[in-house]
Structures are given as C-alpha cells and as structure tokens.
C-alpha cells in the first residue's frame, strides 16, 4: 500500500524557513512524479510545487518562484520542499502527491494525483 507521511511544518516568524520532507514507503518512489499542495482554510487547494520522477524537472506556482525549492533523493524515498523567505500568505496545510502518469504540463493540478499525505501545519506569524 502505498502511504505518503509529510513532516517539517510548524510556527515560523515572516523572512523565516522550513523545509518539508515526504516520504514515501509502499513501493519505489523513482517511479512517481510528486506535487506539493497546500491549502489554507476556506480556499481550495492550490499547487505549490512538482517534481518528475528523475527529478530533472520541476515546476513552482508564481507565488513562491525563487523563494521555494523542490528536491528528491529516491535513494531515501524522500522529497524536500525547501521553503525560505516565508509570508504570512504561506500559512496553510501543506500536502504531497503522488503519481505515476501525470503528464507534467498538469503536474500542479490536485486533480492528476491519487496518493496524499496526511499534510503538517505551516503557520507563519509574528
């Protein structure tokens, strides 16, 4: 079965960072493309972030290009959201996904994934 556990949320003060990790167990994560999505109370959840399988592609929503990183390690099953210089606007519910065919072009759309997490809490706040 595959499962998605997220991890590395918590309180930060703005201009601060964090680094999420996914990990992935159930099946070999070099297969999958993985999204990272979050969602903040009543809006709709909204693509962050998303990786290929050989990580040699990544994409970033508009609102955290150049602050966001998005990495993977397949040897650990691990992918990392590096988040730096963090805004109010970033507190949400942060998740992960995987697929194995999501077409890239759509990679940042919820809709492309089957597997989630259980998300971790990123709260940022003076």
């Known amino acids: 079965q595959l499962q998605l556990v997220e991890s590395g949320g918590g309180l930060v003060q703005p201009g601060g960072s964090l680094r999420l990790s996914c990990v992935y167990t159930g099946d070999t994560l070099g297969y999958y493309t993985i999204g990272w999505f979050r969602q903040a109370p009543g809006k709709e959840r909204e693509g962050v972030s998303c990786?290929?399988?050989?990580?040699?592609?990544?994409n970033y929503a508009d609102s955290v290009k150049g602050r966001f990183t998005i990495s993977r390690d397949n040897a650990k099953n691990t992918v990392y959201l590096q988040m730096n210089s963090l805004k109010p606007e970033d507190t949400a519910s942060y998740y992960c996904?995987?697929?194995?065919?999501?077409?890239?072009?759509?990679?940042?759309?919820?809709?492309?994934?089957?597997?989630w997490g259980q998300g971790t809490q990123v709260t940022v706040s003076s």
């Open positions: 996904a995987a697929s194995l065919s999501v077409l890239f072009s759509v990679c940042m759309s919820p809709r492309s994934y089957a597997y």
């Open positions: 990786i290929s399988s050989g990580g040699g592609s990544t």
